[in-house]
């Protein structure tokens, strides 16, 4: 019974987790978190299980409701739905058993609303990636979105302006993929991604349906944060909380990324391969991968500073879907799971150093903050070093693969793009390094570092999460073939 509904069941698990939690969260706190706890849970066991079948079994479709397809709406559980639903919902339950006392530092009094939001965040990104549905992915962008502009608000007394602004630009994202799914289906009369597919190379001209790629991609750029549609990010990264910007930047961006493939490979294919779109979507790409890391360098807060560097990653998803092969999209698909675990890595580090210490500021860092928290160092090196892309990291494979795809394409100047912002990946993040290990507080120096002030680890409920983490970013890195071969590659779209 449950193998032949699990498609629907994991975003429904999240949903039910997010209602029931808040009643039961007012009624006594502490089971608002353990709902949270058993929902995101569940939805990791659900998704390992599922990609599990459907790599042995094929990919399942669901209809809901009883009701076929198009007509009815439609569930498809193929390996790339599931292998993107796993990263989001495994990085959920991390940084949800991580947030129990970083909430209580931060937000002691919305522990139980943030908790639903949460839910309500994760269950929205995870419908998106398990429709097959082009409106029924709008319902739940909005729900994704509708919580993390929740999740922002709920930070620090600069949050709720980043939280308009993010609002605001949101949406006009929001209303120009809805439109664009309008003109769609004025063209096919039809919202079934697999169904328009079909029609599409029927239509005796593509005018209304190429209107309808341009808008959708458009607005799925904002979401994803593409250059220079990433203005809200800065801001919503760096003034929520620790555990939301921890909800948010892992996984919000690295789901419209995928809603973007599979509406430009899933739903229009090789009719729209032609268009300029591609190059368009590389040129954006590169300028966010150079513009994110040299503001990067910039920054003297952590949080800023892993802002900018995500709308850099985010470039390189980017680049691997415009250039439009099967290696491009393997680095791609790569990419949005070892940055998921890069950056919950280092976005968890920032949050225990916001608990011990009160701050994420840079600049009093000093070597005393590795003698107090050895293994929250470490693990902020190891992610630090992955970002860099330094092997056997995880970092490192999907830009190899993103470099293969551009040297496939006889793109050099993609290939020195990709070598630069490594460098400067590295200057950022070893400026981080070289304080935080090399240091020396001298005394007459006495720079207020809060390392001296309350040393010690953090909690362990928020250091296993990140040392778990941390050990992630190595693993699948030496785990990066099977992954590929096992997973990735039966997901590349046909006709790419």
């Known amino acids: 019974m449950i193998g032949e509904h699990f498609p629907v069941l994991i975003p429904v698990s999240l949903l039910v987790g997010a209602v029931v939690s808040v009643p039961l969260g007012l009624w006594r706190g502490s089971l608002s978190r353990l709902v949270a706890l058993l929902a995101t849970g569940f939805s990791v066991v659900a998704a390992g299980v ?10 399942m479709r669901y209809s809901l409701g009883g009701w076929p397809p198009p007509i009815g709406i439609e569930y498809v559980a193929d390996p790339l739905a599931l292998f993107v639903v796993l990263v989001v919902t495994g990085v959920g339950f991390a940084v949800t058993v991580y947030s129990k006392r970083s909430l209580e530092r931060e937000s002691p009094q919305n522990h139980v609303p943030f908790n639903a939001v949460a839910l309500l965040f994760l269950a929205g990104l ?8 082009l409106f029924n992915l709008y319902v739940f962008l909005e729900i994704a979105s509708l919580a993390a502009y929740a999740l922002v608000a709920a930070g620090e007394k600069r949050a709720p302006v980043a939280a308009f602004r993010y609002l605001v630009l949101g949406t006009v994202g929001a209303s120009c993929y809805l439109l664009g ?3 769609l289906y004025l063209a096919t009369g039809s919202l079934n991604m697999a169904d328009v597919r079909a029609i599409l190379p029927l239509l005796p001209h593509y005018r209304l349906p190429f209107i309808a790629l341009c808008l959708m991609v458009i607005g799925l750029g904002l979401k ?3 250059f220079p549609l990433h203005v809200w990010l800065p801001d919503a990264y760096t003034y929520a909380s620790s555990v939301g910007s921890a909800y948010l930047a892992p996984v919000g961006t690295k789901v419209a990324a995928y809603a973007l493939m599979r509406v430009w490979f899933g739903v229009f294919g090789p009719v729209a391969y032609a268009l300029p779109i591609g190059a368009m979507l590389v040129v ?3 300028a966010g991968i150079l513009v994110g890391s040299i503001m990067a360098m910039a920054q003297n807060d952590l949080k800023r ?13 980017g680049l691997g879907i415009g250039l439009a092969s099967p290696l491009g999209f393997i680095g791609a698909v790569l990419h949005i799971l070892n940055h998921a675990v890069m950056k919950a890595t280092l976005f968890l580090v920032s949050g225990a150093l916001a608990y011990r210490f ?9 070597d005393r903050l590795r003698r107090a928290m050895p293994w929250t160092s470490a693990a902020f090196a190891v992610a630090a070093l992955s970002m860099i892309g330094l092997p056997p990291t995880a970092g490192f494979f999907s830009k190899w693969y993103l470099a293969l795809a551009c040297l496939k394409a006889e793109s050099w100047p993609l290939v020195a793009v990709i070598a630069l912002s490594s460098l400067l990946n590295a200057v950022y993040f070893f400026r981080v390094l070289e304080r935080m290990y090399l240091r020396k507080a001298s005394a007459e120096e006495r720079i207020p570092g809060p390392p001296a ?6 909690p362990p409920s928020m250091l296993i999460p990140i040392l778990i983490l941390g050990l992630g970013v190595l693993l699948i890195g030496l785990a990066n073939a099977w992954i590929v071969e096992k997973v990735i590659k039966l997901a590349i779209p046909s006709g790419l």
């Open 181 to 183: 799914v309008g003109f």
């Open 224 to 226: 994803m944060a593409l």
């Open 358 to 366: 009160g701050t994420t500021s840079i600049l009093p860092m000093d």
């Open 50 to 59: 599922g990609l599990r079948h459907v790599l042995r079994a094929g990919e």
């Open 453 to 458: 002030s309350n040393p010690g680890e953090a």
């Open 284 to 286: 954006a790409s590169v």
């Open 126 to 133: 995870s419908g998106m990636v398990m429709t097959g549905d």
């Open 305 to 317: 500073m892993l802002a900018y560097s995500s709308v850099a990653q985010v470039g390189y998803i």
